[in-house]
Structures are given as structure tokens and as C-alpha cells.
């Protein structure tokens, strides 16, 4: 059920589909004030929402940016969170936006700062078909050399909550001590740290794939950008799911 409204809100949370509902009551009412109203309130919305200068500020204050590993320091797993790839219709996938969250995975496996991969991620759509991120990335994991023992697939969690048990399950099956390092875009990490110490999994950050690694402003950043509108549907999101996680979950 909390699968499902979770979809619901994200849905509901898109911006541009407000924006688009405003626009298209103030093209169709036929009260002068009314139309005013609605239409001045869409343009409104939109520019606030597609300043660029807003969403930065909003990344800097928000994103976890620490990745330091102590030197000589060696953890026996990252546990690496799906989203970085997708279902390609084939049968098989590809790497999306997200996919440095698979390069620092790799990154830390073949550079020694950990012994085993942990890879979690399933299908996490409403209709989800037969693509499991999970198998699919250990087959590219297989192409680079990562020894298949180094590995460990979680392939059924369908969010972050169950990325979280599921992995934890399989933690302890293998007998890997923790602390783990958790591999998460680093808009994403927030949440995500705190939902893995809340089902007592034992986890260090090591965010990646960063929106900026610093704050600054240019005269751009306060004309209009679809990007920035794009930005807020995700940290929308992550704000609700760390409000709802911590309070009733």
C-alpha cells in the first residue's frame, strides 16, 4: 500500500502538471477576474520553479557531499542502490543518469576500499515487466571482471525501504560485518541513510553522482531552465519520503 501511494504522490507532486492545470483553467474560464487569476499564477509558479538559482540552492543545502574513505581503511561491502539503470523493452537494460552510482561501486571494488558489492534494485514500477536491475547489472559486473564471488544480487526491492531489508537479510546470510558503505546519488542519500540505521543496518556514506559540488551564481541562473523545473519532482519526493519515513514509518 505505501508502494502504491508513493507512486500516487509523485504523480500528484509534478510541478508542471500544475502549471499546465492553471494555464488551462484560466484558457478556459470565462470569468475576466478568474482568468487573471489562474493565468498569472502559472506564469508565476513557472518562473519560481524553473530559477535555477532556487533548485542550486536547494541541492547544496539538501545533498550529502562527504565521499572520503579513511586511507588503509577497507569495509567487506558497498551496498549499492538501483535507479542507474533501466528496462531497454529487450529483455535488457541500460545505464540511465544515475549510473555513477555502478562506476563508484566498481570504482571501490577494484581499487580495494571493499571486498564485496552489494547490488540492490528491482523494478520499481507500478507495472513493472520481467527486468530485474539487480541480475541485469551483475551480468555487466561479469563483463568487467568482478569475480562473481565479490557480488552479491538483491533483485526484488521495489524502493528504498525494501532495499534496505532485503539487504540487510542478505548481509547477514553472507556473514558480512559492518560498517558498509552505502553508494547513493548524493540527492538521495539523506533519505537513504537514515531509512538503513533505522532497520539497524550499519552504513557510511559515499554519495555520488552530484548535481554540483559547489554553490555559485551566474546571471543564467535567473532566466528560465526546464532543468531546474525537472530538479524539484526529485527533491520533492526525497522531502516527503524522509518526512513520511522518519514519522510513520
Given amino acids: 500500500m505505501f508502494f502504491i501511494f508513493s507512486k500516487v504522490l509523485s504523480f500528484l507532486m509534478?510541478?508542471?502538471l500544475w502549471v499546465f492545470a492553471f494555464l488551462l483553467i484560466a484558457l478556459f474560464s470565462k470569468n475576466v477576474k478568474r482568468k487573471r487569476k489562474f493565468l498569472l499564477t502559472g506564469i508565476i509558479v513557472l518562473y519560481i520553479f524553473s530559477n535555477s538559482l532556487l533548485i542550486n540552492l536547494v541541492s547544496w543545502c539538501w545533498d550529502v557531499r562527504e565521499t572520503a574513505v579513511?586511507?588503509?581503511k577497507k569495509y567487506t561491502c558497498a551496498i549499492v542502490l538501483g535507479g542507474f539503470s533501466s528496462d531497454d523493452g529487450n529483455g535488457g537494460g541500460f545505464f540511465n543518469s544515475a549510473a555513477d552510482r555502478f562506476i563508484q561501486g566498481v570504482r571501490l571494488q577494484k581499487t580495494g576500499k571493499v571486498s564485496h558489492l552489494l547490488i540492490s534494485g528491482g523494478n520499481g514500477l507500478l507495472m513493472p515487466s520481467g527486468f530485474r536491475e539487480a541480475d541485469w547489472v551483475r551480468e555487466q559486473l561479469r563483463e568487467m571482471q568482478v569475480p562473481d564471488s565479490c557480488v552479491l544480487s538483491e533483485p526484488k526491492s521495489r524502493n528504498?525501504?525494501?532495499n534496505a531489508a532485503f539487504s540487510k537479510e542478505l548481509?547477514?546470510?553472507h556473514k558480512l560485518k559492518g560498517p558498509y558503505l552505502l553508494v547513493t546519488s548524493a540527492f538521495h542519500m539523506r533519505r537513504?541513510?537514515?531509512?538503513?540505521?533505522?532497520q539497524g543496518v550499519d552504513v557510511v556514506a559515499y554519495p555520488c553522482n552530484f548535481s554540483s559540488r559547489r554553490f555559485s551564481v551566474s546571471a543564467d541562473d535567473f532566466l528560465p531552465n526546464?532543468?531546474?523545473l525537472a530538479g524539484w519532482g526529485t527533491y520533492i519526493k526525497e522531502a516527503i519520503g524522509y518526512v513520511v519515513t522518519?514519522?510513520?514509518k
Fill in 160 to 162: 528504498t525501504i525494501e
Fill in 246 to 248: 522518519r514519522y510513520f
Fill in 171 to 173: 548481509l547477514q546470510q
Fill in 192 to 198: 537513504s541513510l537514515m531509512i538503513f540505521k533505522k
Fill in 226 to 228: 526546464a532543468g531546474a
Fill in 14 to 16: 509534478n510541478l508542471l
Fill in 70 to 72: 579513511p586511507a588503509g
